[in-house]
C-alpha cells in the first residue's frame, strides 16, 4: 500500500513537473491517470520487486560523475582506434569475475561495463560476466577491477543506510 | 549580453563535439568487421554523441520546461541503451554469431 | 544556424546507418542500425524543435525514446523465439 502512494505520487509529480499548464481540469486529470496507472500496477505484481530502486546511496552521484570521465576517456580512445585508416582494432572475449551480492549492484555494474564504449557484456553467469572488448587495453582497463571495487563500495554504502 | 555569448559559444563547442562523435559512430557502423564491434560504435553516439547534443541544446534553452525534458530524455537513452545493447549482443550470441578475432595470420601482417 | 549543421551530421549518419541496414548480413546487424537510426532521430526531433521556434517537439523526443528502446526489445523477442530459444 505504502509502495501504491508512493508510485502515485512520483506519477502525479512527474506530470505537473512535464504538463506546463496548471488549468483545474488539466490537474484533475492528471490526478486521474496517476491513480489509474498505481492501481494497475498492483495487478501487475511488480511494485515489491522494484522497491530498492528507490533507495540511492547518497555515494551514488560521486560515481555518476567518475563514470562519466570514464565514458569520455574511453570514447576518445574507441574513437581513435573507429577513424585510424587501417583500424588497429583486436576483439577479445574474456570472463570478469563479480564480487557484488545484490542484483542491484550486479546490474549496475553490468549496465556500466556496457555504457563505457568499447566493452559490451554479452552474458550474465552465476560468478563472472562475459565481456567482449574492442582491444587488449580496454580489456585489461576493466580486469584490473577498479570499477568493479567501485561498485562494491557503492552496493556496500546503500545497504547500510537501509 | 556577455553572459549570453559566452552561452553560444559554449553550446556550439558542445554541438559540435557531439556531432563529431555521432559522425564517428556512424563511420564505425559501416567500417567494422562484425556485429559485437558494430555495437561498440552504435554505443559511443549513443553516450558521447547524444550527450554532447543534448547537452549544447540545453545551453540554449536556458532554465525552462525545455530544459527539464531534454534532461528526461538524456536520462532514458542513458537507462535503456546499455539494456538493449546487451539484449542485442545476448540474442546475437543465441542465435550463433561468433565474434570476428584476428586471426595469428593477420596478426603477423599488420 | 547552429541547428542546421547539428540536423546536416544527423542526416549525413542516418544515411550511415541506412546503408548498414541495408547491407547488413544478419538480421542483428539490421537491427542494432535501426535502433541507432531511432536514436538519432529522437535527437533530430529535438533539434528541429529549436530550429522552427517550437520547443514543444520535446515532447514527443521523450515519447519516442521510450518507443524506440520498446521496439527493440520486441523485435528482438521475436527474432529469439523464431529460433526456438523461448
Redesign the interface.
Known amino acids: 500500500m505504502l509502495h501504491t502512494i508512493r508510485l502515485f505520487i512520483m506519477l502525479f509529480g512527474i506530470w505537473l513537473?512535464?504538463s506546463?499548464h496548471y488549468t483545474p481540469l488539466l490537474i484533475i486529470a492528471g490526478g486521474i491517470c496517476a491513480l489509474l496507472c498505481a492501481l494497475i500496477s498492483i495487478r501487475m505484481d511488480f511494485i515489491d520487486q522494484f522497491h530498492p530502486f528507490i533507495k540511492i546511496s547518497w555515494k551514488a552521484p560521486i560515481y555518476w560523475l567518475w563514470l562519466t570521465i570514464e565514458?569520455?576517456k574511453s570514447?576518445i580512445n574507441?574513437?581513435y582506434l573507429?577513424?585510424h585508416p587501417?583500424?588497429?582494432?583486436?576483439?577479445?572475449?574474456d570472463k570478469v569475475y563479480t564480487k557484488q551480492k545484490t542484483e542491484i549492484g550486479l546490474v549496475t555494474y553490468?549496465?556500466s561495463i556496457?555504457?563505457t564504449?568499447?566493452?559490451?557484456?554479452?552474458?550474465l553467469k552465476d560468478n563472472y560476466f562475459e565481456i567482449?572488448a574492442?582491444s587488449h587495453t580496454l580489456m585489461e582497463d576493466l580486469k584490473s577491477d577498479e570499477m568493479g571495487n567501485k561498485v562494491c563500495e557503492l552496493e556496500q554504502n546503500s545497504r547500510d543506510e537501509l | 549580453m556577455t553572459e549570453s555569448l559566452t552561452l553560444n559559444i559554449l553550446?556550439?563547442i558542445s554541438?559540435?563535439t557531439?556531432?563529431?562523435?555521432?559522425?564517428?559512430?556512424?563511420?564505425?557502423?559501416?567500417?567494422?568487421p562484425?556485429?559485437?564491434?558494430?555495437?561498440?560504435?552504435?554505443?559511443?553516439?549513443?553516450?558521447?554523441?547524444?550527450g554532447f547534443?543534448?547537452l549544447?541544446?540545453m545551453l540554449?534553452?536556458g532554465l525552462?520546461?525545455?530544459t527539464?525534458?531534454?534532461a528526461?530524455?538524456m536520462i532514458?537513452?542513458?537507462?535503456?541503451?546499455?539494456?538493449?545493447?546487451?539484449?542485442?549482443?545476448?540474442?546475437?550470441?543465441?542465435?550463433g554469431?561468433r565474434?570476428?578475432?584476428?586471426t595469428a595470420k593477420e596478426e603477423k601482417k599488420? | 544556424m547552429?541547428y542546421l549543421?547539428?540536423c546536416a551530421?544527423?542526416l549525413?549518419?542516418i544515411i550511415?546507418?541506412l546503408?548498414?541496414a541495408f547491407l547488413g548480413p544478419?538480421?542483428?546487424?539490421r537491427?542494432?542500425?535501426v535502433?541507432?537510426i531511432g536514436?538519432?532521430t529522437?535527437?533530430i526531433i529535438?533539434?528541429l524543435?529549436?530550429l522552427m521556434g517550437r520547443?514543444d517537439f520535446?515532447?514527443i523526443?521523450?515519447l519516442y525514446?521510450?518507443l524506440?528502446?520498446i521496439g527493440?526489445?520486441a523485435v528482438?523477442k521475436y527474432?529469439?523465439r523464431q529460433?526456438g530459444?523461448n
Open positions: 513537473a512535464l506546463g565514458i569520455f570514447g574507441v574513437s573507429i577513424l587501417r583500424m588497429p582494432i583486436s576483439p577479445c572475449v553490468a549496465n556496457t555504457l564504449p568499447g566493452t559490451l557484456t554479452t552474458s567482449h574492442l | 553550446s556550439w554541438v559540435i557531439g556531432c563529431f562523435f555521432v559522425i564517428t559512430g556512424g563511420l564505425g557502423l559501416i567500417r567494422l562484425d556485429v559485437f564491434s558494430r555495437i561498440h560504435a552504435a554505443g559511443i553516439t549513443d553516450t558521447l554523441g547524444a547534443i543534448i549544447g541544446l540554449q534553452g525552462s520546461f525545455v527539464l525534458k531534454l528526461l530524455v532514458f537513452i542513458i537507462f535503456t541503451s546499455p539494456t538493449a545493447s546487451h539484449a542485442l549482443a545476448n540474442a546475437a550470441i543465441l542465435g554469431q565474434p570476428w578475432l584476428k599488420s | 547552429i549543421v547539428l551530421a544527423l549525413f549518419t550511415l546507418g546503408t548498414r544478419s538480421i542483428y546487424d537491427v542494432l542500425a535502433n541507432s536514436t538519432k529522437v535527437l529535438a533539434a524543435g529549436f520547443p520535446t515532447d523526443a521523450l525514446a521510450l524506440n528502446f527493440t526489445i528482438l527474432v529469439r529460433q530459444h
